[in-house]
C-alpha cells in the first residue's frame, strides 16, 4: 500500500476510498518518503505525499502519530518557504506539535515567529474524545476558517474514529460537539425481597372413586343399611384473595358427581348409571402469608342418605377451618369443619409441573371424608351414621404461585 500512496495522484484528483484503513505505520512511511524528497531536492513527490495524506485523512483509525505528522508538516514548511507560500502556520503547527522537532533549517527558525495561542474554544463532550494534530484535547480549536493553519482533527465518538484536515476555508465541524442525546432505559425494578400479599387459587378436575355407607345400629324398614361405591369426577375451585394486608377471604368449591355407581340397601345391589351430584361449598375470612395461608368460615356439604327404602340428599352446614402452606412448586391444604349433626375433613397436594408462571399446570390429589348422624323418630328411635369417603387426582390451572 506505501508503494502506492507514494505514487498516487494528487489530492484533487479523486476522492478517498476508505475500505482500507490508514494505519500508523502508513503515515510514518509517508512522512519517510517525504523527507527523502526533501533531502533528494524533489519538492514533486513531497507534494504528492502530503496531497495524499490529506485525501486519506478520513480513513485514519487511530490518533495520527506525533512525530510523523510534525515531520510532514515540517516538509511542507519548507516546501512551501520555497515556493514563497504561507509556511509560518504550518510550521508553527509542527512546533506546537512537536517543541523539540530536530531538522528545522535555521533560515526558518530565524524568519519564524511564533504566533500568539488561541483563545479555548467549545467544550468536548463527555462521551467523545477530541484529537487535535495527534494531542489529546478537552477543547476544540477556535480557529477562523480563512486562516491559512492547517491541522489534523480526529474526533473518537460512538466506538468509531472520524478525521478530518483543516486548511483555509475548512471549518472544524460543529456537528461534533452536540450533545449525545438523552438515552432512555427502562429497567425493571429489582426484587427488594419484601414480599408483597398476592392472591392464588386453582380451578381444575379431579377423577377417582367414591365409596358412602349408611350404617345404622339396629336396621329396619326405615332406616336400613346401604352403600354406594361409584366413580367420582369433581370440578373444584379453590383460593385465597388479600384484601387489605394479609386480610382477606378463602374459598372451596367442589361439585362432585358420582357414575356409574353400585348401591346396595338391605344387602341387595342394583346398578345406577346416572350420576348422582354432592357438592360442597366454604368461604369466610382468611389471613394471607407468603408461605402459608389460613382461613375460617362455614359453608355446606351435601351428603345422600337412604330412608324408607328411597335414597335422598340433604344439606349439612358446618364450619370450616383450611390450612394451606406451599414450597417451591408443592402445595399441601388440611381442612375439616363440624356441626352437632355432620363432620368433614380433607387432605390435598399439588406439583406444579413445571416453572412457576402466573397461571401454571399443577397436578396432585384430593381426599375427603364427610360423616352426618341421623335419628329415626319415635317410635324406632334408631340412630344411624353416614360415613362418605372420597378419593381423587387433580389436574388444575394454578394462579398466583409465581407471587
Known sequence: MIAA???????????????????????????????????????????????????????????????????LLLDEAIVRYVAKE??????????????????????????????????????????AALFVDGVLVR???QRDPAAPDVHL??????????????????PFPDDWLEAAPVRVVEVEKADDGVWEPAGRGAVGLGFGVLVSSQLVEDPGTWLADASLTGGAGALTLAGFQPVAGP???????????????????????????????????????????EQVAVGLGGGVAQLQKVVGGVPTTM????????VSGRQGRGTFAVSGGASPSAGHAGMAGGWILSEVVPVSWRFGFDAN???????????????????????????????????
Open 5 to 71: 500512496l507514494a505514487l498516487a495522484l494528487p489530492a484533487a484528483a479523486q476522492q478517498a476510498d476508505c475500505s482500507v484503513p490508514l494505519g500508523d505505520a502508513d503515515v510514518r512511511a509517508l512522512a519517510k518518503v517525504s523527507s527523502q524528497a526533501i533531502f533528494d531536492d524533489d519538492p514533486v513527490t513531497h507534494k504528492r505525499v502530503y496531497g495524499e495524506l490529506v485525501r486519506l485523512a478520513p480513513c485514519l483509525d487511530h490518533p495520527v502519530s506525533r512525530d510523523a505528522w510534525a515531520q
Open 86 to 127: 504561507p509556511w509560518q502556520p504550518v510550521l508553527a503547527t509542527a512546533l506546537a506539535v512537536r517543541p523539540d522537532l530536530s531538522g528545522v533549517p535555521q533560515y526558518l527558525l530565524d524568519a519564524f515567529v511564533a504566533p500568539p495561542p488561541p483563545p479555548p474554544g467549545p467544550a468536548v463532550p463527555e462521551d
Open 139 to 141: 477543547r476544540a480549536p
Open 153 to 170: 482533527v480526529q474526533l473518537w465518538r460512538d466506538g468509531r474514529m472520524r478525521s478530518r484536515y483543516l486548511q483555509p476555508g475548512v
Open 247 to 289: 386480610g382477606g377471604a378463602f374459598w372451596d368449591a367442589q361439585l362432585r358427581a358420582v357414575a356409574p355407581s353400585v348401591r346396595k340397601i338391605g344387602g341387595n345391589p342394583t346398578f345406577e348409571p346416572a350420576p348422582l351430584a354432592l357438592p360442597a361449598v366454604w368461604l369466610g375470612p382468611a389471613a394471607v402469608l
Open 315 to 322: 344439606t349439612l352446614p358446618q364450619a370450616h377451618l383450611v
Open 369 to 403: 371424608f364427610d360423616a352426618a348422624w341421623l335419628h329415626e323418630a319415635p317410635p324406632g328411635e334408631r340412630t344411624a351414621s353416614v360415613l362418605q369417603l372420597g378419593v381423587l387426582v387433580r389436574v388444575e390451572a394454578a394462579w398466583g404461585e409465581d407471587r
